[in-house]
């Protein structure tokens, strides 16, 4: 028997994902003809964007090539569009007078760039952005043009400006509301995203409708209704799509907003299908791939016969792909009457998190800045998980636990790297197709868990539920870094063994891939050699910039100066040559830190060293792997409550252990009481005074994980205090990773573990003794600067240099 | 028409080595690396990180330079910007007589 006869118009995403369902389920079901308007095969639409930006070619897009519908047996009339179907004969007509039978058609048109009906939108220069050939209009405009205007301020619309952008275009986004992407984000985190494009270099022109397009036979600009012009060589419709579905309706099949189907994508006419965006479904026509590719699903298996669930909607979420901008947006935007919002800004980091609740389930979520949690949320979302039990926290704080079990059901779009926007399609694939094996190999090859870190374990997850028996838990021991297979203990016991004194021996004698190593294993190095030889000298050059400066970088390139104020406490004098030296520098910030002390930021490093001089006081370290600060309290000189002096004692403690390196930054803070005023609890080392004593809490952190601290000891002497403090770092420099906080490290080895070394009489006096040598090689940095100028020229100078032509 | 010139910049033999200068001619913000293999490599001093950034302060391994605020890996012979990152920093070229060093703008 002959088979029946599928065709399908438009070889797009979404048409062509559901041929490859129907293939999978049964090969030999259809006789397959494909005809596509575009010259090109299937490709990757979405990824346009980053064509258009730069970053892959078009060869890089393609989904499914040439050969893939030849070993499928599938005829491809490419190039080739559908003028007509006549569904009383079953027969498709092409612009080429190809005519075609068919037993079953599919609709997979997809939508067309909506085109603002104004005066002069006939002028040459104007385009949409939605396939290869608008791509390659604008490479093309911004070889020997100017000013590209977008109209249109959503998705579509930045990520056309961003590339035009990255092209050399001045770009600038007309849209029509007074904030962007006002369907996907509320009005703070649209004015955040304005502010980032700005400074990437993208004009806004808000609230302007377009009502004219000026030039003769091509565009030179624009009029809006205010009356206001801009000039323009280019400009890109992005105000929206509309359904391809002419055809359709001209064949006689229903329509609305697009071709209408029902829950298993069939028309009203028997044997004629409409998939993806030329589909309305339940009066909603999508435009994103994530709900395109589950109708696809269902459209295979209703065709070749297999029992399937309806289609009944779905909601998706939205990331912007535009370089630095981490975005995420799912759900209901605002909220009514009856939501209650959770909501967190932090505008020093610029992140902004928005969850909307009603009836204790999350409908909706705005994030901005930090994406990590969108893949829980979106859970959340989708699978109306009750949150009354969860702590609000909990919601905005990927909890471990949870998150742990999922990772075979989650689907392969589901975002896994938020900060990246990987998902887990993408590292399945990089896993079998590069043979991965570790966690830092999957970042290598698609950039997962290189920012912000928090997907990490997710991927590790991943990776042992891909690689299943063949995943070896050892191989994630994890090495220093890329130049080495050596892990931290290993190194360190090399370098003990062969009395290795130097970075460079290190790397040599053990091997190291990269003769100069890399910004991870040179710090970690400099570090593990200082901590092994108390007289070691440190390699400056080793240092990431702001060790090696004594400075805070800042993003602009400028530095922040933050001197000493030992326990928090100051004087007159101090605080006059502070405010002098920021009059006289014209310093653009001054601000109290959250360590109990005065920073001054935007500081040219040409004047550093004078900055230095004038002020007089050594450095805080504010930049540091070592000890921070050492908060206090005002405590027993004058607070009625104060059982102990804690300002005697935070004052000590920093004079005592500043300028110590330690496998990451140390904090420190003294209360005298248990109000804890000092917020001795989330410290490296807290100590409460008590009447008659103090209790030292250790591995306390207020920063990414949030952890309170555990008591270690109640002591009565401030002597005691200083002995267990001193013996608890030096144990926690001897055995800590480089980078890793005594919260870590602490759950790392156990507490008990560290109290029976710190209990061990010998081992404690060891430690402490090694401590204090240690302490002994530190100068003052800022000092040292200002008086050898070898060190001034060669860190602190920028050099002059006059144009003479030769 | 462009005009190339060649501009003294700096002593050889004053340059330390695997640490970046920063350098400004006119409207140009130039990076100077002196590597461990004595080689001199002149880059615009900007990440290209889309947030910028300088590049004079970065950790200097062989003939790469870690940008000092985001941490790409960048070539210092081509500029190019190491996988998986992506983006490429202009590159100026460099001779050097009798101990001096020159670029060229
Ligand atoms: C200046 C200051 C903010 C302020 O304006 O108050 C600050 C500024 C920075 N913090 Fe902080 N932190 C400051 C107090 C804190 C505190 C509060 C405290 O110390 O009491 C915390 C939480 C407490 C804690 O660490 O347990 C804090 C947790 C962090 C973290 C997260 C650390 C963690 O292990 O979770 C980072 C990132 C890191 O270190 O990797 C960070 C990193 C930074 C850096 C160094 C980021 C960087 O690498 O450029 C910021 C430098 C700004 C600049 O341009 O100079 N900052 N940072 C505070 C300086 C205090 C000081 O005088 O030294
Ligand atoms: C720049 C850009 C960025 C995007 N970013 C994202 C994103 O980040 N995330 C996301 O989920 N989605 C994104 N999208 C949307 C996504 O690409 C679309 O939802 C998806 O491609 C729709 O698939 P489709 O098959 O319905 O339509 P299409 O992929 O458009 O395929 C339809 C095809 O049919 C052809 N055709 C039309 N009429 C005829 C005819 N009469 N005869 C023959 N052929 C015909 C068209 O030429 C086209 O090739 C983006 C889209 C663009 C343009
Ligand atoms: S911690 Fe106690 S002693 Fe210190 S300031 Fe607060 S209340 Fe006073
Ligand atoms: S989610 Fe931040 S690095 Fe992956």
Redesign the pocket.
């Known amino acids: 028997m002959a088979k029946e006869k599928l065709v399908m118009?438009?070889?797009?995403?979404?048409?062509v994902r559901a041929i490859e369902e129907i293939i999978k389920i049964d090969p030999n079901r259809y006789d397959i003809t494909i005809?596509?308007?575009?010259p090109h095969p299937n490709y990757n639409?979405?990824q346009?964007?980053t064509v258009l930006q730069g970053d892959t070619t078009v060869e890089d897009i393609i989904l499914n090539d040439w050969k893939w519908y030849e070993d499928n047996r599938i005829k491809l009339f490419t190039g080739e569009?559908?003028v007509e179907v006549d569904t009383k004969n079953k027969i498709v007509v092409s612009n080429n007078a190809r005519q075609v039978s068919y037993d079953k058609l599919i609709f997979?048109?997809?939508?067309s760039p909506f085109i603002v009906p104004v005066e002069g939108v006939d002028k040459q220069g104007i385009t949409g952005?939605?396939?290869i050939n608008d791509c390659e209009t604008m490479i093309k405009y911004a070889e020997d043009h100017q000013n590209a205007v977008v109209i249109g301020g959503g998705l579509?619309g930045l990520?056309a400006a961003k590339g035009l952008k990255n092209l050399g275009m001045k770009v600038s986004v007309v849209h029509l509301m007074s904030h962007l992407m006002e369907r996907q984000l509320d009005a703070t985190a649209a004015e955040m995203l304005k502010q980032e494009l700005q400074q990437q270099g993208i004009n806004f022109l808000m609230e302007k409708q377009t009502v004219e397009i000026l030039g003769d036979d091509h565009v030179t600009g624009l009029r809006f209704k205010d009356g206001s012009e801009t000039e323009a060589d280019l400009i890109v419709m992005a105000v929206g799509i509309v359904p391809?579905k002419e055809?359709a309706s001209n064949a006689s099949i229903p329509v609305n907003r697009g071709i209408v189907v029902n829950d298993y994508m069939e028309t009203e006419i028997e044997g004629i299908y409409a998939i993806?965006?030329?589909a309305e479904h339940r009066g909603i026509a999508y435009?994103?791939?994530?709900p395109?590719y589950e109708q696809a699903k269902v459209l295979a298996k209703r065709m070749v016969g297999v029992e399937t669930e309806p289609y009944e909607g779905s909601i998706s979420g939205t990331?912007l792909?535009v370089a630095g901008i981490d975005l995420y947006s799912a759900g209901e935007i605002e909220g009514d009457g009856a939501t209650k919002a959770i909501r967190v800004h932090n505008e020093f980091e610029n992140v902004y998190k928005k969850v909307l609740i009603r009836d204790n389930k999350v409908v909706g979520s705005v994030l901005y800045g930090e994406t990590a949690e969108s893949t829980r949320l979106f859970r959340m979302l989708t699978q109306q998980e009750d949150v009354s039990q969860m702590t609000s926290l909990s919601i905005l704080q990927p909890a471990g636990e949870a998150e742990e079990s999922d990772v075979a059901s989650m689907p392969d779009d589901e975002l896994v790297c938020g900060c990246n926007g990987v998902t887990k399609g993408t590292i399945v694939e990089a896993i079998h197709a590069q043979n991965l094996t570790t966690v830092s190999e999957v970042g290598g090859c698609t950039n997962a868990g290189r920012s912000c870190g928090r997907c990490k374990p997710m991927i590790s997850q991943i990776l042992e539920h891909t690689l299943g028996d063949s995943f070896d838990g050892a191989a994630q021991k994890e090495a220093v870094c890329g130049c080495t297979t050596l892990s931290r203990d290993e190194v360190v016991a090399e370098i003990k063994e062969k009395g290795l004194t130097n970075i460079r021996e290190v790397m040599n004698v053990l091997g190291w891939k990269n003769e100069e190593g890399c910004s991870k294993c040179r710090p970690a190095l400099n570090y593990y050699l200082g901590m092994i030889y108390a007289d070691y000298k440190d390699e400056r050059e080793s240092r990431l910039v702001n060790e090696k400066m004594h400075a805070n970088i800042q993003k602009d390139g400028t530095y922040s100066v933050i001197p000493r104020m030992y326990g928090g406490v100051t004087s007159a004098e101090d605080l006059k040559k502070l405010a002098d030296v920021a009059t006289k520098y014209n310093v653009p910030l001054v601000k109290l830190t959250g360590g109990q002390r005065i920073g001054l930021y935007g500081i040219k490093k040409e004047d550093l060293t004078s900055i230095w001089e004038e002020l007089d006081m050594p450095s805080g370290y504010a930049y540091g792997k070592t000890l921070r600060t050492v908060k206090t309290c005002v405590g027993q000189r004058f607070c009625r409550y104060g059982t102990q002096d804690s300002m005697g004692l935070g004052m000590e403690l920093e004079k005592k252990f500043e300028r110590l390196d330690t496998p990451h930054k140390f904090k420190m803070g003294v209360s005298a009481c248990p109000r804890n005023c000092a917020e001795s609890g989330i410290k490296d080392i807290g100590i409460v005074g008590i009447d008659g004593g103090w209790e030292i809490y250790v591995a306390g952190n207020g920063g990414t994980d949030l952890r309170a601290g555990d008591l270690l000891y109640t002591v009565k002497t401030k002597e005691e205090v200083i002995e267990v403090s001193s013996a608890f770092l030096q144990y926690y420099r001897e055995t800590g990773n480089y980078l890793e906080r005594t919260s870590k490290w602490v759950e790392r080895l156990g507490l008990d573990h560290i109290k029976k070394v710190l209990e061990d009489k010998v081992a404690c006096q060891g430690l402490i003794e090694r401590l204090n040598k240690t302490l002994e090689r530190y100068n003052e940095p800022w000092k040292e600067a200002i008086e050898n100028d070898e060190i001034k020229d060669k860190y602190y100078s920028r050099y002059q240099a006059d144009l003479v032509t030769n | 028409m462009k005009t190339v010139s060649k501009v003294g910049v700096a002593h050889y033999s004053a340059l330390p080595i695997r640490s970046g200068i920063a350098i400004q001619i006119k409207n140009d913000a130039i990076a100077l690396f002196k590597v461990t293999s004595g080689e001199v490599f002149a880059l615009e001093d900007r990440s290209p990180h889309p947030k910028g950034g300088v590049l004079s302060e970065g950790l200097v391994s062989g003939k790469f330079v870690y940008c000092p605020v985001y941490d790409w890996k960048i070539s210092l012979e081509d500029g190019q910007v190491q996988a998986p990152d992506q983006g490429q920093v202009k590159t100026y070229e460099v001779s050097v007589e009798n101990d001096k060093v020159y670029i060229t703008i």
């Open positions: 118009i438009g070889n797009g995403m979404a048409g005809f596509g308007k575009e639409r979405i346009l964007s569009a559908i997979a048109t997809g939508s952005f939605r396939d579509l990520e391809n055809l993806g965006e030329c435009g994103l791939v994530a395109l990331q792909k």
